[in-house]
């Protein structure tokens, strides 16, 4: 596990200067450079190691991985989040990390990057090899992106487009066995916290995929409370999953009647929410209340206590969008969904199960 020292002394700051980084004081006067350069260390230094220990495991692309041959092409990146969005959701650092890394092997140049800061232009996208999409996007823009530049590869989204390739954790898969796990370790009430873009349709506002296996693991088990389902909402599904939404929405489960033994958090940043809320109410995790996340971005281990979460290998699923894409500019014709497992993480915010 890599520590709040190793990442202070590579980057060439103080201990204490990482950790205020990490716990997102906003009390701490640093520059955006420094910011971002501890945040992408400690994402790095914290993938690093399990890959290597795990290598052995990793999915083989055979054209595309033969040799990491030199590839003539540019590319561009549509990304969902804001630069600046990006900064404090590690998890996307580690994914824009992979495909970053995985270019410079294939010696690719990325030629455009778009977000929400930067609209995406489809004039700029004439001439480019492939485009990797990164993150939730409506359909529309993505059909519109497709006239210009055929070669699209999602990453982190499927959009249920099946002529599209995307490589994803299967997100929903990963909630049942979360819940299962609560549920095993004795746990009745749990609560959930997420968000969902300003849609009128109420089938889109539950159809996100951590939200969707949490209505329908209840519904199956006669035992499903929409009291316990606390939903943030925006414009964009991106600014929903912060920490400031989770704070929010954690309150609303505390002031129930009969508040929920555990709360499952749509990620990292918003548990890091929950945590303060349920901190603010005079209660313990997890004796009171036990608490669950997805992504294990490098500040999850560093909480009080330590957050159980479900590692999701964004890194990796950067470093395949890039294969993918490679594959396809050899010619592949056929589209390709890779979905890459998922490692559950307890730690010290969960009475943890006892098969695990």
């Not at 990146?77 to 495909?99: K, N, T």
Request: with cysteine; glycine share 6%.
């Amino acid at each position: 596990m890599v520590t709040i020292k190793e990442i202070a002394k590579a980057v060439g700051v103080s201990s204490g200067t990482v950790s205020r980084v990490l716990n997102y004081d906003p009390t701490l006067s640093v520059s955006e450079v420094k910011r971002q350069a501890i945040i992408e260390t400690a994402e790095a230094l914290n993938y690093a190691t399990p890959r290597a220990r795990k290598t052995a495991l990793l999915p083989t692309f055979p054209i595309a991985m033969a040799s990491h041959a030199e590839v003539s092409a540019q590319i561009a990146i549509v990304h969902f989040l804001a630069p600046h969005e990006e900064l404090v959701d590690p998890y996307y650092v580690g994914v824009r990390l992979g495909i970053e890394a995985r270019c410079r092997e294939y010696k690719i140049d990325i030629a455009r990057v778009f977000n929400p800061d930067v609209p995406v232009d489809l004039s700029m996208l004439v001439g480019v090899s492939a485009t990797i999409v990164v993150g939730h996007h409506p359909k529309v823009e993505i059909e519109a992106m497709a006239k210009v530049c055929p070669q699209l590869v999602m990453a982190d989204y499927n959009p249920r487009m099946p002529q599209f390739d995307c490589v994803r954790a299967d997100l929903g898969e990963a909630t049942l066995h979360i819940l299962d796990s609560l549920d095993q370790a004795g746990y009745r009430r749990i609560g959930f916290v997420g968000g969902y873009e300003l849609m009128d349709n109420d089938a889109l506002m539950h159809g996100e995929q951590r939200c969707k296996a949490f209505i329908e693991w209840h519904e199956a088990r006669g035992c499903y409370r929409p009291e316990l389902l606390a939903l943030g909402q925006s414009e964009r599904f991106g600014q929903n999953l912060r920490l400031e939404t989770g704070y929010q929405q954690a309150k609303s489960l505390l002031s129930l009647e009969v508040r929920p033994d555990a709360i499952l958090a749509a990620n990292d940043n918003m548990a890091i929410g929950t945590y303060r809320a349920i901190q603010e109410a005079g209660l313990s995790i997890p004796g009171d209340i036990a608490v669950v996340a997805f992504n294990d971005i490098p500040v999850a281990q560093f909480l009080n206590p330590p957050l159980s979460t479900m590692r999701i290998p964004g890194e990796l699923i950067g470093e395949v969008a890039v294969d993918l894409l490679v594959e396809r500019l050899n010619g592949r014709d056929y589209s390709k969904h890779v979905t890459l497992p998922t490692d559950m993480i307890w730690r010290g915010s969960v009475n943890v199960p006892s098969n695990t």
